[in-house]
């Protein structure tokens, strides 16, 4: 088993930046990839960023060139900075990690954009 627990959500006017982390504890093995999804009220979850034990990244493309994904395996965290946030980017990020063929879930992290 795997536990996930986030930080760093909140509330920041348009333009602003907000970091979050993601550190897993349990049973961790070096072969994974870990990221977040988001879900905004009356939408579907969607990808937002995700990072391989390699460092290989992926964004969806309405966060590329905004969000950096990184991380720290020593620490077995996964940060999201998220720069120049827009009204659009107001959602729960659920950070999640797959292993060994099973994906395991945060508890997510109210992200709120407005002025």
């Known amino acids: 088993q795997v536990q996930l627990v986030e930080s760093g959500g909140g509330l920041v006017q348009p333009g602003g930046s907000l970091r979050l982390s993601c550190e897993a504890s349990?049973?961790?093995?070096?072969?994974?990839?870990m990221g977040w999804y988001r879900q905004a009220p009356g939408k579907q979850r969607e990808f937002v960023a995700g990072?391989?034990?390699?460092?290989?990244?992926h964004y969806t493309d309405s966060v590329k060139g905004r969000f950096t994904i990184s991380r720290d395996n020593a620490k077995n965290t996964a940060f999201l900075q998220m720069n120049n946030l827009k009204p659009e980017d107001t959602a729960v990020y659920y950070c999640?990690?797959?292993?060994?063929?099973?994906?395991?879930w945060g508890q997510g992290t109210q992200v709120t954009v407005s002025s």
């Open positions: 990072i391989t034990g390699g460092g290989s990244t």
């Open positions: 349990g049973t961790i093995f070096s072969i994974y990839s």
């Open positions: 999640y990690r797959n292993q060994e063929g099973t994906t395991y």
